[in-house]
């Protein structure tokens, strides 16, 4: 500490080390306002409405003009729900199996191309998920099941799928990565192969890390709104494989332009409930993390 | 040595490159069977690397080139066909840094049964319980068997991988420095465990300690920038070493 302060004594010093709260205040205050404005603005409309047929009400049709509007965002919330599930069930496997080979089993040549694949993956625009899913995917499963509208909640959860797997990749890799070799040694001298080292004691040992790997990977999907929108058919139904779904992000950005008064204030509702959902996902991810480096 | 029908492992004209830079150099030796052999020379003589190349661990670091053989009971274990995972049942290891798996005490010592097949729960208890009473441990451990083993002490991991590698029921123990991360307590007992594993085990063991070899060992090797100088009976060797460069290393000359 009396080190600190010596150094912060100079002039200079002193300025950068402000420059750098500064920078860190930012962001901790972005953060906040986001919350209390969510808060602020969320809170009239669940209030108005209340809280149980907002969060359960079945039926969404806020801009009814002949019967009373309704504000139930149930759909929502299971659409997105039943689309993130989704999308780890189907990318959870494909990104672990990757990370393994990736992390354990690959050639170094056949790594470097697969981890710059990956990063590129991430690095793809969302718009163009959902415009290669609108082009290619949304009419593969209108032909493929026989159905009339291939935009469904289906072609949103292979989208999803794919978009995670790059958050799920690159986290489990660095987890396996870090598995010390001599455990791994100690494995194969006792007459294990390659594979059942890396299944029984590599993947074990970076437990903590592949479990917060997948965690962020629910983070991005539920997050995710412009791919989705473009897949799903954005209809306030209630989900189905086959129906054309609206997710909580995708209820937000489709009416916000146009919205007003108790419309409006719901919007902002959705958003806060969005955002508890991310909260949560947030503690967990912490939770792991946390978890990992006690371990 | 001269009895070679005594012998379990016979290494003949057994060269090994990594990459361009060769680390052992036409290396000839028989090891006996129940005896410790004690592997020793200044870092980076090939010692270690020689010891890796018993149970093929040496498979693992790419651009390794091995020729010559090394003969296991009689069988050469490069040949094509030989089950890598068999062979390293067969001859188990030691490191130098006690590594047992973040798991609990019981499964890593279950960990090498469960790999070859065995599932039956009273067996599993059985071995366990034998592996660590030839470890010398058990007393130490029985009443945690389901606490995690990183919680041991560096000396009773050591002997914990120990007995993880007698679990296997090998005939050969190959140690890499076992003792040197560990204090002069908790050294003498893998000492004294060595000295009586040999009654139905075959040691080999890579030591830096030289009045280590002379405690424990029946026969000495001594490697030097990846060539085999001398290898005879310890108390011999050690006593009237034949080469001068033998004689310049244990007494201290260098190294």
Known sequence: ???????????????????????????????????????????????????????????????????????????FILTSVYGTCGAIVLGVPVGFMASVYIAKLAPKKLKAVMQSAVSLLAGIPSVVY???????????????????????????????????????????????????????????????????????????????????????????????????????????????????????????ASEMSYSGGLQRQALFSIALVLFVFIMLINAALNFFLKRDKEA | MEANEKSILSVKELCLWYGNHQALKNINIDIPKNSITALIGPSGCGKSTFLKTLDRMNDLIPDVKITGSVEYKGEDIFAPGVDVSELRRQIGMVFQKPNPFPMSIYDNIAYGPRTHGIRNRAKLDDIVEKSLRGAAIWDEVKDRLRKNALGLSGGQQQRLCIARALAVEPDVLLMDEPTSALDPISTSKIEELAMQLKEQYTIVIVTHNMQQAVRISDNTAFFLLGELVEYGKTEEMFSQPTDKRTEDYITGRFG
């Open chain 1, 1 to 75: 500490m009396k080190q600190n302060k010596k150094h912060t004594a100079k002039p200079i010093e002193a300025i950068v080390h402000g420059v750098f709260l500064v920078a860190g205040l930012i962001t901790v205050g972005c953060v906040l306002l986001i919350t209390v404005y969510l808060i602020i603005s969320g809170l009239p409309a669940i209030k108005e409405i209340g809280l149980i047929p907002f969060l359960f009400g079945k039926v969404w049709a806020s801009t009814a003009k002949t019967t009373e509007p309704s504000f139930g965002i149930l759909p």
């Open chain 1, 130 to 252: 959902g415009l290669v899913g609108m082009l290619v995917l949304v009419p593969g499963i209108r032909k493929l099941f026989n159905v009339p509208d291939g935009a469904s909640l289906l072609a949103a959860i292979v989208v999803l799928a794919i978009m995670i797997l790059p958050s799920i990749i690159k986290v489990s890799v660095t987890a396996l990565e870090a598995v010390p070799k001599e455990y791994e040694d100690a494995s194969l001298a006792l007459g294990a192969t390659e594979v059942e080292t890396h299944f029984k004691v590599s993947v074990p040992a970076a437990r903590s890390g592949i479990a917060a790997a997948v965690v962020l990977g629910v983070g991005r999907a539920i997050g995710e709104a412009m791919a989705v929108m473009m897949v799903s058919g954005n209809a306030a139904n209630m989900p189905g494989l086959f129906e054309s779904v609206r997710f909580l992000t995708t209820a937000v």
